[in-house]
């Protein structure tokens, strides 16, 4: 290994957390079970036939099964064949889940006229306490645990943060392919691989005591959480839905800079650590920055060239904001009764 | 070759350095940047792009941290389900001076880096 080389290797390497793949999960359903099954298996020997009309298209067993199909795109699973990303029984599976999926959500948004006024309602921010927001519950009465259920909860995203979105930029031009490269270049740490925004988060981990290797959590993860990274992995993975994949970046960076101005707030009130700090610190910055550059360049230039898109961009803000409220729900219900909201509570912190 | 600038490199220096105004909100000024406050303070940043505060409500001052936002002044005592979550009404509420809500309460300077 030449000099230089080794030197970087070396020096203050950081913790990675997807030095390894994790293990298959427990399945949760039929269709879930399906899919380990022939993920350890090595593949299929048939067709993958399975009846996906039933099956609840926000719960456990599907949003699972769609997980595990995406999951293969990114880091795979011990023990799995590699090459079965793009198996074409798997791929078919794929397809059928994801246009349950997809059926629902197109059915649960309301499609406001234009992405100008879907904008603005994330565009404005509540005066005092919101009752139905994560972030404000977090920094007004957030407890540690609940801080560390939601690190836990979101690290099936921000362990991979800003990777969903890359498959984007075969697929844009001009003003939008500049304006995008340049806030993913920022999310990868703008050349310093200490400074990915995944890193960050698994910095942030560290400090609130919680296993840093990727996909740790997936188990504990309830439907919720998993329709929210399934999303994404939806509308990067098509070209189809390129315009619904920026919306919901949009909408994703437009709330973050308050958002994440909160989560620093309950950080610091319950003394989680300078690195849980410091990853919401750096998001209430960058943020501000980055939904300038996403309205203006990315969603102009988009709208500009391609201004057929416009409902589909609609569309991507109005279901982020959908399966977010959903997932706010579903953790806010369970700690204003004292109840973990995953689905097995965490280990005490040492 | 340190001492020889490649030639993007160069390209990129001399290019001139573009500002875009937001009319509510940020002045946008590529990167890198230096901001020199009114107690000669220099603060850096190394971001592409650094929004820089107009509205002076920025409690990272001097970085935008999206507090020129309008703010919605929403019912307390609603049910949830019944809070006014924007729509018209936000955008023809209009702001009120420095109405910090209780987020800004106790909020130190030291938080601006
Ligand atoms: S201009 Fe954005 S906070 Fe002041
Ligand atoms: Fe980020
Ligand atoms: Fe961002």
């Given amino acids: ?350 | 070759m340190p001492n020889a600038p490649e030639p993007a490199q160069t390209a990129r220096e001399q290019r001139p350095r573009r500002v875009t105004i937001d009319p509510e909100g940020p002045l946008l000024v590529e990167g890198p940047v230096e901001v020199v406050g009114d107690d000669g303070r220099v603060i850096a940043s190394r971001r592409f792009t650094a929004a820089i505060c107009t509205c002076r409500r920025s409690r990272t001052y001097p970085w935008c941290d999206t507090s020129h936002r309008r703010r919605v002044r929403r019912d307390e005592n609603a049910p949830p389900d019944a809070e006014p979550e924007t729509g018209t009404d936000a955008r023809t509420t209009t702001r009120t001076g420095k109405d910090h809500d209780q987020d800004s309460e106790g909020e130190e300077s030291t938080d601006a880096r």
């Avoid at chain 1, 699973?77 to 599976?93: A, I, M, Q, T």
């Avoid at chain 1, 234009?114 to 603005?120: G, I, N, Q, R």
């Avoid at chain 1, 404005?124 to 939601?150: A, F, I, K």
């Avoid at chain 1, 009764?337 to 040492?350: I, K, V």
């Fill in chain 1, 1 to 350: 290994m030449p000099a230089e080389i080794q030197s970087l290797a070396t020096h203050d390497a950081p913790r990675e957390s997807r030095r390894t793949s994790p293990p298959l999960p427990e399945p949760r359903g039929t269709l879930s079970r399906l899919v380990v099954d022939t993920l350890r298996g090595g593949g299929s020997p048939g067709p993958l036939s399975l009846d996906t009309h039933d099956a609840d298209p926000y719960g456990d067993d599907l949003q699972l099964a769609l997980y595990l199909l995406y999951e293969l795109h990114y880091q795979g699973f011990d023990g799995v064949r590699e090459d079965l990303e793009w198996d074409p029984e798997l791929l078919g599976l794929r397809r059928a889940l994801e246009g349950r999926f997809l059926g629902a959500l197109r059915a649960n948004c309301r499609s406001t006229d234009s992405a100008e006024h879907a904008l603005a309602e994330l565009l404005v921010e509540p005066v005092g306490y919101s009752r139905t927001s994560v972030g404000h519950h977090l920094q007004r009465d957030g407890e540690l645990w609940q801080l560390r259920e939601y690190a836990a909860a979101r690290s099936l995203y921000h362990l991979k943060e800003a990777d969903p979105h890359a498959w984007v930029i075969p697929r844009l031009h001009g003003r939008a392919k500049a304006g995008m490269v340049a806030v993913e270049f920022d999310e990868f740490g703008a050349g310093r691989p200490e400074e990915i925004h995944a890193q960050l988060y698994a910095d942030l981990m560290e400090d609130l005591a919680l296993e840093t290797a990727y996909g740790y959590y997936l188990d504990a993860a309830p439907a919720e959480v998993l329709a929210t990274v399934n999303l994404m992995s939806l509308l990067g993975l098509h070209r189809s839905l390129r315009g619904a994949l920026i919306g919901h970046f949009a909408a994703v960076e437009v709330t973050s800079s308050p958002g994440s101005r909160r989560l620093a707030k309950a950080m610091r009130r319950c003394g989680a650590g300078q690195a849980a700090e410091r990853f919401y610190d750096e998001h209430v910055e960058a943020d501000a920055v980055h939904e300038q550059v996403v309205r203006r360049d990315v969603i102009g230039g988009l709208l500009a060239s391609e201004p057929g898109l416009e409902s589909d961009v609609v569309f991507g803000i109005e279901a982020t904001g959908f399966l977010e409220d959903r997932l706010g729900a579903r953790l806010l219900s369970a700690w204003r009764d004292e109840r973990s909201a995953l689905r097995t509570p965490l280990e005490a912190a040492a």
